[in-house]
């Protein structure tokens, strides 16, 4: 659960043996899907500190955060736990300074919270008075752990049993419960928090002033689809807000606990105990008082009588980021959404658009500025290769849209956002330093030229040069007060505006002739455009919106103001004639000295008591299951223990059985190691299996002992303008065989060592979600297992498989091509499946087309579309539909032994064709599932098929495609030859 809404990502699947333990392991990791983790540098020391409630895992040198977070301990432990009345074991805080993204997450796979160093550099969401932002990061991840692990009954007495670490009854909650307690009781607990901001909960009410608000099922569950894409959020903080306002304060905790104490029932038999309504009934309710809230707003913006401005840009399923004023009177609009990629448009003031030109990937912060050449500049995240997007920085790039050419001007020096100077010589940029900012002087070059201002305590956001260049507006934040101010760049010295209050006040911009400065103010309630007269001291509104009107700018000939407004919480672009002294005057006190912030909280003194990772807890394991199982003889007895340190540097799975009719001791253990930029995975195991050695119908029961060694890494080679992702697996396995039952085993030909590696690469283009294929992207897999008779190997074989897929765009919008081809090549003592590398309808043991053989070629087109959009579900948080997909397809495969002969091949080649349906969903609100069904026929046998389709969809990277014969998610079940296994004596 992170404060933000977390992008999905991709990971790389380990190939598994068809047993129970690792069945129950898939089951977990499948049903739970918020279990985050965060790369660390390997080279980082680690240090702790904490006290009776937390343990804070630190790197060295970064002890001031730490000593920040520890003061803070104390009050956030108790409001937290006074509020759901219960108590809270410790907890460990992994503090992560290797990012400039602003973040935290509460992840319950071992249980810890993390927090990031960087300060929000985005000030309009998390309430003006806020006055200190970890304070609201630490409430809100804090809340999640109070929440989701509380236990009680008999759910709370079995965690006892198998470990305090499963304790997570509260986890499949919806989603607007999961984040509307967070949301409230950051906003309870603190200075700020998104309740008390306009921004933010002006997303809510413009839904529901339109009748548009979404149903139950969609307050709970995120959709990859529609807007608004952190709708959990929004709706979370209306809705638990109306349950307390309604029932009682400590309405939600109620409710926790009761859910705690009856999990099955879930939140909406809780919900029901509560209120003595349905939840059906409940959520009727609640979108009355969310209506009579927004026209109760519409009717005081009506009263304003100031214009909202004509929309010259938008679209449902579209925004603008950022926006720019060009020297001959059009705007370039950077768009950005769910049905278009990342587009540079070019408008003119009747609406008309000039020119589109995409950009391909963009990470880039607003705001976006243009160069004397055309050239656009802005600030973007840069990631490590080998961080898999957990360590960044951002720097200072020049963006050539036609070309797609950037130039990274600075490096390393964490740039939010910039502004060149009037003479074309010199930026003004907004630098993190540590957990505060600085503002900076940076020369054409990238070369910092000195440090402008470094206030420990304070935030900067969007500085602009005047047109003089005789000072920088900024927005400046200090403790509670967020406030325009004027920096002199020659010696820095800060000028307020006027005196300073709890509205906030952003995104400054100058006119063309220096007179007015305009920006974002929420002093009405709202954030509404406002200018400031330079000359005259003056300030007036200018435009009265239903939900926040940002990034205000004005026409080179200063006749017209431009400015983004949030409409389906996506950004319109909108004008009105800039005639400021029309507006509404706002009488405000005159300047006074800039605010300094009360370093008392934020930047605490003393010492604290630092210690190593204390080994023995960090390692005590968080869960440990016992569960039945079976061998040869009869029943077993499992006990499965999972551990691993809060930062991840080691986890482990360990299953011990011992048989009670075989009274035989069995083990798989697994260690996972993450000190070194390679993963280093270790696994040693003895136990006993029944498998179809022989490739018939008969299983007969074995004991295999093995080890393993394997390194593996993931890199990201490139972001933008294409993503460019790839994993490396390379590793050894030794393995002894020895038969069960009637089974006996050659000696002579029972020890097997192999080595193994798989490659995996990507090149993902840009493209909308709603596209069902990546235009023009391509993924390749090959992976190879070979025995090594100089390491032993009594046995000989092979397996290599080669996978290509490329992907293509159609005429008609979202819908796209598949082509894929799928070579298995293998020979020797050991015999492997290929499951999901045949034509569809086909299996492995199929001799016709010789699909039985050692050596198979498949290839497959498939053309994909979208047949409708869906966003409702059942229950409250049973079950969401998001998509109903469908597809037609051509498979056509063979197999042979000895040498590939291509008209061999394609005489004895298979052909099957037919269409899929299918349905993207979300069970408890978070667990991806697909489901649906392949019909097809087979052409030479004439015959007709049907074959289920279950599977998780993968998002992200792969824009929400199912990779459907990827082998990496396939189980690779390893077979002997007839010759080498006999049946024994009855």
Same mark, same amino acid.
């Given at each position: 659960?992170?404060?933000?809404?977390?992008?999905?990502?991709?990971?790389?699947?380990?190939?598994?043996?068809?047993?129970?333990?690792?069945?129950?392991?898939?089951?977990?990791?499948?049903?739970?899907?918020?279990?985050?983790?965060?790369?660390?540098?390997?080279?980082?020391?680690?240090?702790?500190?904490?006290?009776?409630?937390?343990?804070?895992?630190?790197?060295?040198?970064?002890?001031?955060?730490?000593?920040?977070?520890?003061?803070?301990?104390?009050?956030?432990?108790?409001?937290?736990?006074?509020?759901?009345?219960?108590?809270?074991?410790?907890?460990?805080?992994?503090?992560?300074?290797?990012? &400039?993204?602003?973040?935290?997450?509460?992840?319950?796979?071992?249980?810890?919270?993390?927090?990031?160093?960087?300060?929000?550099?985005?000030?309009?969401?998390?309430?003006?008075?806020?006055?200190?932002?970890?304070?609201?990061?630490?409430?809100?991840? =804090?809340?999640?752990?109070?929440?989701?692990?509380?236990?009680? +009954?008999?759910?709370?007495?079995?965690?006892?049993?198998?470990?305090?670490?499963?304790?997570?009854?509260?986890?499949?909650?919806?989603?607007?419960?999961?984040?509307?307690?967070?949301?409230?009781?950051?906003?309870?607990?603190?200075?700020?928090?998104?309740?008390?901001? /306009?921004?933010?909960?002006?997303?809510?009410?413009?839904?529901?002033?339109?009748?548009?608000?979404?149903?139950?099922?969609?307050?709970?569950?995120?959709?990859?689809?529609?807007?608004?894409?952190?709708?959990?959020?929004?709706?979370?903080?209306?809705?638990?807000?109306?349950?307390?306002?309604?029932?009682?304060?400590?309405?939600?905790?109620?409710?926790?606990?009761?859910?705690?104490?009856?999990?099955?029932?879930?939140?909406?038999?809780?919900?029901?105990?509560?209120?003595?309504?349905?939840?059906?009934?409940? =959520?009727?309710?609640?979108?009355?008082?969310?209506?009579?809230?927004?026209?109760?707003?519409?009717?005081?913006?009506?009263?304003?009588?100031?214009?909202?401005?004509?929309?010259?840009?938008?679209?449902?399923?579209?925004?603008?980021?950022?926006?720019?004023?060009?020297?001959?009177?059009?705007?370039?609009?950077?768009?950005? +959404?769910?049905?278009?990629?990342?587009?540079?448009?070019?408008?003119?003031?009747?609406?008309?658009?000039?020119?589109?030109?995409?950009?391909?990937?963009?990470?880039?912060?607003?705001?976006?500025?243009?160069?004397?050449?055309?050239?656009?500049?802005?600030?973007?995240?840069?990631?490590?290769?080998? @961080?898999?997007?957990?360590? #960044?920085?951002?720097?200072?790039?020049?963006?050539?849209?036609?070309?797609?050419?950037?130039?990274?001007?600075?490096?390393?020096?964490?740039?939010?956002?910039? #502004?060149?100077?009037?003479?074309?010589?010199?930026?003004?940029?907004?630098?993190?330093?540590?957990?505060?900012?600085?503002?900076?002087?940076?020369?054409?070059?990238?070369?910092?030229?000195?440090?402008?201002?470094?206030?420990?305590?304070?935030?900067?956001?969007?500085?602009?040069?005047?047109?003089?260049?005789?000072?920088?507006?900024?927005?400046?934040? %200090?403790?509670?007060?967020?406030?325009?101010?004027?920096?002199?760049?020659?010696?820095?010295?800060?000028?307020?505006?006027?005196?300073?209050?709890?509205?906030? #006040?952003?995104?400054?911009?100058?006119?063309?002739?220096?007179?007015?400065?305009?920006?974002?103010?929420?002093?009405?309630?709202?954030?509404?455009?406002?200018?400031?007269?330079?000359?005259?001291?003056?300030?007036?509104?200018?435009?009265?919106?239903?939900?926040?009107?940002?990034?205000?700018?004005?026409?080179?000939?200063?006749?017209?103001?431009?400015?983004?407004?949030?409409?389906?919480?996506?950004?319109?672009?909108?004008?009105?004639?800039?005639?400021?002294?029309? @507006?509404?005057?706002?009488?405000?006190?005159?300047?006074?000295?800039?605010?300094?912030? #009360?370093?008392?909280?934020?930047?605490?003194?003393?010492?604290?008591?630092?210690?190593?990772?204390?080994?023995?807890?960090?390692?005590?394991?968080?869960?440990?299951? /016992?569960?039945?199982?079976?061998?040869?003889?009869?029943?077993?007895?499992?006990?499965?223990?999972?551990?691993? &340190?809060?930062?991840?540097?080691?986890?482990?799975?360990?299953?011990?059985?011992?048989?009670?009719?075989?009274?035989?001791?069995? =083990?798989?253990?697994?260690?996972?190691?993450?000190?070194?930029? /390679?993963?280093?995975?270790?696994?040693?195991?003895?136990?006993?299996?029944?498998?179809?050695?022989?490739?018939?119908?008969?299983?007969?029961?074995?004991?295999?002992?093995? %080890?393993?060694?394997?390194?593996?890494?993931?890199?990201?080679?490139?972001?933008?303008?294409?993503?460019?992702?790839?994993?490396?697996?390379?590793?050894?396995?030794?393995?002894?065989?020895?038969?069960?039952?009637?089974?006996?085993?050659?000696?002579?030909?029972?020890?097997?060592?192999?080595?193994? @590696?798989?490659?995996?690469?990507?090149?993902?283009?840009?493209?909308?979600?709603?596209?069902?294929?990546?235009?023009?992207?391509?993924?390749?897999?090959?992976?190879?297992?070979?025995?090594?008779?100089?390491?032993?190997?009594?046995?000989?074989?092979?397996?290599?498989?080669?996978?290509?897929?490329?992907?293509?765009?159609?005429?008609?919008?979202?819908?796209?091509?598949?082509?894929?081809?799928?070579?298995?090549?293998?020979?020797?003592?050991?015999?492997?499946?290929?499951?999901?590398?045949?034509?569809?309808?086909?299996?492995?043991?199929?001799?016709?087309?010789?699909? &039985?053989?050692?050596?198979?070629?498949?290839?497959?087109?498939?053309?994909?579309?979208?047949?409708?959009?869906?966003?409702?579900?059942?229950?409250?948080?049973?079950?969401?539909?998001?998509?109903?997909?469908?597809?037609?397809?051509?498979?056509?495969?063979?197999?042979?032994?000895?040498?590939?002969? %291509?008209?061999?091949?394609?005489?004895?080649?298979?052909?099957?064709?037919?269409?899929?349906?299918?349905?993207?969903?979300?069970?408890?609100?978070?667990?991806?599932?697909?489901?649906?069904?392949?019909?097809?026929?087979?052409?030479?046998?004439?015959?007709?098929?049907?074959?289920?389709?279950?599977?998780?969809?993968?998002? @992200?990277?792969?824009?929400?495609?199912?990779?459907?014969?990827?082998?990496?998610?396939?189980?690779?079940?390893?077979?002997?030859?007839?010759?080498?296994?006999?049946?024994?004596? /009855?």
């Amino acid at each position: 659960m992170t404060i933000f809404e977390r992008q999905n990502k991709i990971y790389s699947p380990l190939v598994i043996k068809k047993n129970v333990i690792q069945c129950i392991i898939s089951i977990i990791l499948m049903l739970i899907p918020y279990t985050v983790s965060a790369r660390y540098n390997p080279g980082t020391q680690w240090k702790t500190a904490g006290n009776e409630h937390f343990i804070v895992y630190y790197p060295k040198g970064h002890e001031f955060f730490a000593k920040r977070v520890l003061s803070l301990s104390g009050e956030v432990h108790s409001d937290v736990t006074g509020y759901f009345g219960v108590k809270s074991r410790r907890v460990p805080i992994v503090l992560h300074p290797q990012t &400039d993204t602003f973040n935290g997450f509460y992840s319950p796979f071992p249980n810890r919270i993390s927090l990031y160093e960087t300060p929000a550099h985005e000030l309009m969401g998390f309430g003006s008075s806020l006055d200190n932002v970890i304070d609201l990061v630490y409430t809100h991840e =804090y809340t999640h752990y109070v929440h989701l692990t509380t236990s009680r +009954g008999l759910y709370g007495f079995l965690t006892k049993i198998f470990g305090n670490g499963l304790a997570i009854s509260n986890l499949y909650s919806p989603g607007w419960a999961i984040e509307g307690i967070t949301t409230n009781l950051e906003t309870k607990f603190t200075t700020g928090g998104r309740g008390r901001s /306009p921004y933010f909960k002006s997303k809510v009410l413009l839904y529901a002033r339109d009748n548009k608000l979404w149903g139950m099922s969609a307050a709970g569950s995120l959709s990859q689809y529609i807007p608004p894409s952190g709708r959990i959020y929004h709706s979370g903080l209306f809705m638990v807000d109306y349950l307390n306002r309604t029932y009682g304060d400590d309405a939600f905790a109620r409710l926790s606990l009761r859910q705690a104490l009856h999990p099955i029932r879930g939140t909406g038999g809780a919900l029901r105990y509560v209120t003595g309504i349905t939840p059906k009934q409940f =959520y009727k309710d609640y979108q009355k008082d969310v209506t009579v809230r927004a026209d109760s707003l519409r009717l005081v913006i009506e009263m304003k009588g100031l214009p909202s401005g004509t929309t010259l840009y938008s679209s449902n399923l579209d925004g603008v980021e950022s926006h720019l004023w060009t020297n001959h009177g059009t705007i370039l609009a950077l768009r950005k +959404g769910y049905s278009s990629k990342n587009t540079l448009l070019e408008i003119n003031r009747t609406g008309k658009i000039v020119s589109e030109k995409d950009t391909g990937i963009l990470l880039n912060e607003p705001p976006i500025r243009l160069m004397p050449d055309g050239n656009l500049y802005f600030g973007e995240t840069f990631y490590h290769p080998f @961080g898999e997007g957990d360590i #960044d920085v951002s720097d200072l790039v020049v963006f050539d849209p036609v070309t797609h050419h950037r130039k990274r001007l600075t490096h390393n020096t964490h740039i939010f956002s910039a #502004d060149l100077s009037p003479d074309g010589q010199t930026f003004i940029a907004v630098c993190r330093s540590g957990m505060w900012m600085n503002l900076m002087l940076v020369d054409l070059t990238g070369s910092i030229i000195r440090t402008l201002e470094s206030n420990p305590g304070c935030y900067w956001q969007s500085p602009c040069w005047s047109p003089d260049g005789k000072v920088i507006a900024v927005t400046m934040k %200090a403790g509670v007060y967020t406030d325009i101010v004027l920096v002199d760049p020659n010696n820095g010295k800060i000028q307020t505006l006027f005196e300073a209050d709890l509205y906030g #006040d952003n995104d400054p911009s100058f006119s063309p002739d220096g007179r007015w400065l305009v920006f974002s103010s929420s002093r009405d309630g709202l954030w509404n455009i406002h200018a400031w007269d330079m000359h005259n001291s003056c300030l007036y509104q200018l435009t009265s919106v239903y939900t926040a009107a940002h990034e205000p700018r004005v026409s080179p000939d200063g006749k017209t103001l431009s400015f983004l407004v949030v409409s389906q919480s996506l950004n319109e672009l909108r004008i009105l004639p800039f005639e400021p002294l029309n @507006g509404q005057k706002i009488q405000v006190v005159k300047k006074s000295e800039p605010k300094t912030p #009360d370093l008392t909280r934020l930047q605490p003194d003393g010492e604290s008591d630092s210690h190593g990772i204390p080994w023995i807890s960090a390692y005590k394991p968080y869960g440990h299951i /016992p569960y039945p199982g079976g061998d040869d003889k009869g029943s077993t007895g499992h006990l499965l223990l999972l551990g691993g &340190d809060p930062v991840l540097l080691n986890s482990y799975v360990a299953d011990f059985s011992y048989g009670i009719d075989s009274e035989r001791l069995g =083990y798989d253990v697994s260690l996972i190691n993450q000190s070194f930029w /390679p993963k280093i995975n270790v696994r040693a195991y003895d136990g006993s299996y029944k498998d179809d050695f022989l490739g018939g119908k008969e299983k007969f029961w074995y004991r295999e002992r093995g %080890a393993e060694l394997a390194l593996g890494m993931n890199v990201i080679h490139r972001v933008v303008p294409t993503q460019i992702l790839s994993s490396i697996i390379i590793g050894s396995r030794a393995r002894q065989f020895k038969g069960l039952e009637n089974v006996k085993i050659n000696p002579e030909y029972d020890l097997s060592a192999s080595v193994f @590696g798989e490659f995996n690469i990507a090149r993902i283009p840009d493209a909308p979600a709603r596209d069902m294929a990546p235009s023009w992207g391509q993924v390749m897999y090959v992976s190879r297992e070979e025995e090594s008779e100089v390491l032993g190997s009594e046995l000989t074989g092979y397996n290599q498989i080669s996978i290509l897929k490329q992907f293509a765009p159609s005429p008609l919008k979202h819908h796209g091509f598949e082509f894929s081809a799928y070579l298995q090549n293998q020979g020797g003592m050991i015999h492997y499946n290929n499951y999901g590398l045949l034509p569809r309808g086909y299996s492995d043991d199929d001799k016709e087309g010789g699909l &039985d053989k050692s050596k198979t070629l498949s290839l497959s087109l498939e053309y994909r579309y979208p047949l409708l959009f869906l966003d409702h579900g059942l229950g409250v948080n049973f079950i969401h539909f998001n998509l109903i997909r469908g597809s037609v397809f051509v498979d056509h495969g063979a197999g042979w032994s000895g040498t590939f002969d %291509a008209s061999v091949w394609g005489r004895e080649a298979r052909t099957s064709f037919g269409t899929t349906i299918s349905t993207q969903t979300h069970i408890f609100s978070f667990v991806p599932i697909e489901f649906g069904a392949a019909f097809g026929y087979k052409l030479r046998e004439q015959e007709q098929f049907v074959q289920a389709i279950v599977g998780l969809p993968l998002v @992200g990277e792969l824009n929400n495609n199912t990779v459907r014969s990827n082998p990496c998610l396939n189980m690779l079940r390893r077979r002997f030859l007839g010759n080498y296994i006999t049946p024994g004596l /009855p």
